[in-house]
């Protein structure tokens, strides 16, 4: 395990160095970590909004950044048009408002979801957009340029797209769950085909409606060996990233999962979904068909649907939807504090500067002070809607409402 520590310890030290690009959902490191932004601690729509920019159409894609850029998408057109904007990150122009896809008529969508759910992932030059079966493509940053596209993984959502994909060296992986199919596939991200394609490998003995699942990969290195962690319904699963071979899998309750995991301590923290939500701590390095022996620890009460986990140090931090904050000890699972939002929460919290930034669907963000106390250090409300996640730039918080992003900073 010492060569999974160390790689903690490095991706750490990555996302408080590299807060100026948010390439992906979650930030740097897929953890939600900008440890060394000094984000403002109180604001309002007249307090310390740098820029607000009107977006065209609805969509939850959370912002990624990458240098004077942000990248989110949106559908228009009563959702028969779906689009990737570009916003001057300095200024708050509209830089680039690209069709990627015309449908000619709208997938059916659960009422808090939108046809604009999956966060991009962006590197120099590159923005990489997915609209679940509808297709994926790859944009040019500078020119806006579409450079590819891919519309050959086709599943049937059922109630709208929702994962997120991640790159991993030249690929870049989407996981696809549907109602009728189940796999995980890899795009050769310079041209758009098809790198590999594995079938989920657990037994799904259900209703088609409870195979969804909507989860984002994580990339962790195991004793030298990097491994994706993409749940899916009712398992979980590992891959090697180049070849999509599965190294374990391991029987969870649950569906329709959409918390990205997070790790740190040995372990993989896990949420298990609708039905039973549940908090699973996996330990890292098993192979095959993993049993309980290799769960360190379980949380089955006001554990989240959607909103991502938070790691810091020792402590784990989850809200769920219903407004239920709790933070546990990450070795143990042992509740440290409980305590009672108001709302309702989509959008996963981030860390910076030892503040926790919990934004709810009401359009309050509850700012909480890490530790093993709580400490409410304010309340911000924006009086929009918050489905997305927020992104960190230096020192400037990102957040997109239902109307508008916003450049919030103390400047």
Known sequence: MKSFLFACLFFAAASARATDNWPQFRGPDGQGHADEAKLPLTWDPTNHIAWRTELPGTGWSSPVIWGDQIWMTTATDSNLSLRALCVEKSSGKLLHDVEIFRREKPMVIQNKNSHASPTPVIEEGRVYVNFGTTGTACLDTGTGKILWRNTELQLDHMVGPGSSPAIYKNLLVIPCDGTNVQYVAALDKDTGKIAWKTPRSGDLNCAADTRKAFCVPLAVNVDGQDQLIIPGAHWAYAYEPMTGKEIWKIRMPGFSNTPRPVAGHGLVYIDTGFMKPELWAVRLGGHGTLDA??????????????????????????VSDNSSATCLDAKTGTVIWEQRFTGNFSASPIIASGRIYFC???????????????????????????MASPAVSRDALFIRTDKALYRIEEK
């Not at 290799?294 to 989850?318: F, H, I, R, T």
Request: charged share 30%; hydrophobic share 35%.
């Open 360 to 386: 709810s669907e009401e359009g309050k963000t509850t700012v909480v002070k890490a530790g093993r106390t709580f400490e409410a250090a304010a309340t911000n409300e924006l009086h929009e809607r918050i």
């Open 293 to 318: 022996s290799q769960v360190a620890w379980k949380c089955d009460k006001k554990m989240p649907l959607k909103p991502s986990p938070l790691l810091a140090g020792d402590e784990l931090y989850v």
